[in-house]
């Protein structure tokens, strides 16, 4: 029991700290977001999602616990039969917290710093303002697509050996789902906690809460279905004739 709850607890750290270095990339998204889109609109939204990659290269490369990834991650047990599908999920459940409190924490102190403070809170409303605008099912569809594109660059990062190509492949492919404006539901909590803490109480709870729902269920059928399905298909064991 005592070894179960040490794994547990060290999980939830591995979590935290994914939260942490995504938030290091929401940081340096909306800066260079914030600095760019008064002279360039279009430059402004390629600079944010060209930066934005840098939070899945780190989680990769330096591991931690990405929700995201393991909705994609923790379903070949279950496909396998290893686990019940009920098995995985207070793991999906410690992973999802753990993901919040690292990046609301350092999300928090960014907009307490008083960096960029007016245009920071501007910009900060208009994409909050566009977010919670959202129609039920497309919103839903753009979470599968953008837990399938971040799945597919982490199994990029999964296969390959060669840092260099790793971390460039791993950059473009999230750059795939960051440039339409699909919705990654940890990222989202960093966008709605820096502007809970920047304007306080003008924005919707309830609209938040129904986007973060959505956006969630959509995360999980693209990590482990839409990818997670067809690439068990491929690699599972054949079994042998008599």
Not at 33 to 39: I, N, Q, R, T
Not at 93 to 114: D, E, P, T
Not at 197 to 207: H, K, M, R
């Amino acid at each position: 029991m005592k070894c179960l709850k040490k794994i547990r607890f060290v999980f939830f750290i591995r979590s935290i700290v994914a939260g942490l270095y995504l938030g290091l990339a929401t940081i340096l998204s909306y800066t260079l977001a914030v600095l760019l889109v008064e002279h360039h609109v279009i430059a402004a939204k390629i600079a944010f999602a060209g930066a934005f990659g840098i939070g899945l290269v780190i989680i990769v490369l330096l591991g931690s616990e990405l929700f995201t990834g393991n909705c994609f991650t923790t379903m070949f047990p279950v496909y396998h039969k290893r686990l019940k599908f009920l098995d995985i999920l207070p793991m999906w459940g410690i992973c999802y917290v753990g993901n919040f409190v690292g990046i609301a924490l350092i999300c928090f102190l960014f907009i307490k710093s008083g960096v960029n403070h007016e245009a920071m809170n501007q910009y900060l409303a208009n994409v909050v303002s566009n977010k919670l605008s959202f129609d039920g099912l497309e919103l839903f569809i753009k979470g599968i697509l953008c837990n399938f594109i971040v799945c597919a660059a982490a199994f990029v990062g999964m296969k390959l050996k060669e840092e260099m190509a790793k971390t460039f492949i791993m950059m473009i492919i999230v750059m795939t789902f960051v440039l339409p404006g699909f919705e990654h539901s940890i990222a989202n909590m960093g966008t709605f906690s820096m502007t809970f803490t920047a304007l306080g109480t003008s924005i919707s709870w309830s609209g938040v809460g129904l986007h973060m729902l959505l956006s969630t269920l959509g995360n999980i059928i693209g990590g482990s279905i839409l990818l997670g399905l067809p690439i068990y298909l491929m690699i599972r064991p054949k079994k042998t004739s008599e």
